[in-house]
């Protein structure tokens, strides 16, 4: 790559986040206009349960006392909205792989319908690298385990 072409890389402005990416280019993908939506509803909603999860109403008290209803019922709308994200995610995955790899060319001559370069991949990059992390992830974790097992800490046998 030339010094010129990575200084152009360099000052190109950041790609904004999911929700953002996905109201902009809304029209831009008609081989699988939903897309876009998928984008839009897993930022705003990935938004909301960061947001609700830093505030004060949705931690447990610290003494171990009874937790306040308020607590009850952000403790339910988390719990809810992360099963719909989890659903959403699985929906998500069928309509991006499902088009693997779109016409990226929207003047094209062609009856193929085109997906715009930047959301396609964007939905397709951001989909994988939840897929990565979660295999590096669970490979840790057994990795850990395995650590466990042959140091004896998780013989119940042994006292600490």
């Not at 988390?78 to 069928?94: E, H, K, Y």
């Not at 003047?107 to 193929?112: E, P, R, W």
Request: net charge negative; aromatic share 14%; charged share 10%.
């Amino acid at each position: 790559m030339s010094n010129n072409r990575l200084l152009g890389q360099i000052q190109r402005p950041p790609q904004p986040p999911a929700p953002i990416l996905g109201a902009v280019h809304l029209d831009d993908c008609p081989r699988q206009p939903l897309i876009p939506v998928y984008l839009v509803v897993v930022g705003a909603f990935g938004l909301a349960l960061g947001v609700l999860a830093c505030l004060p109403c949705a931690r447990q008290p610290e003494d171990g006392g009874p937790a306040n209803p308020l607590a009850r019922v952000c403790a339910a709308w988390n719990s809810l909205t992360s099963f719909f994200l989890f659903c959403w995610f699985i929906t998500g995955n069928v309509w991006i792989y499902s088009i693997y790899e779109p016409n990226y060319n929207k003047n094209t001559t062609s009856v193929d319908p085109f997906c715009d370069r930047t959301l396609y991949q964007f939905a397709f990059w951001t989909t994988t690298l939840v897929y990565i992390l979660l295999g590096l992830f669970l490979l840790g974790g057994f990795c850990v385990l395995l650590c466990f097992c042959l140091c004896g800490r998780a013989d119940p046998d042994h006292e600490i």
